[in-house]
């Protein structure tokens, strides 16, 4: 069992930068392969990035060169760094944990105004 609480979203304006930071508990983290994902208003919930248990990464086409996601196994926690922010990046991020089963988060708000 792994319980995931995100944090770090909220408003910027485009151009800007925001961490959103998500903290696992419950159980070996390091094991686990990690993700971020979205879900904008009316639209399906899609991978933005993820990261495996060894450290390799994989980005939405969206999100390359802007998005960085890394994580911490000795702090438990995942980060996504979104630089360049642009209005479309509004959603809510959700933090998932996989390994054999998957878990989520309760999910963190980030608006980017034009």
């Known amino acids: 069992q792994v319980q995931l609480v995100e944090s770090g979203g909220g408003l910027v304006q485009a151009g800007g930068s925001l961490r959103l930071s998500c903290a696992a508990s419950?159980?070996?983290?390091?094991?686990?392969?990690m993700g971020w994902y979205r879900q904008a208003p009316g639209k399906q919930r899609e991978l933005v990035a993820a990261?495996?248990?060894?450290?390799?990464?994989n980005y939405a086409e969206s999100v390359k060169s802007r998005f960085t996601i890394s994580r911490d196994n000795a702090q438990n926690t995942v980060y996504l760094q979104m630089n360049s922010l642009k209005p479309e990046d509004t959603a809510v991020y959700y933090c998932?944990?996989?390994?054999?089963?998957?878990?989520w988060g309760q999910g963190t708000r980030v608006a980017v105004s034009p």
């Open positions: 419950g159980s070996d983290f390091s094991i686990y392969a």
């Open positions: 990261i495996t248990s060894s450290g390799q990464t």
């Open positions: 998932n944990a996989r390994h054999q089963m998957q878990y």
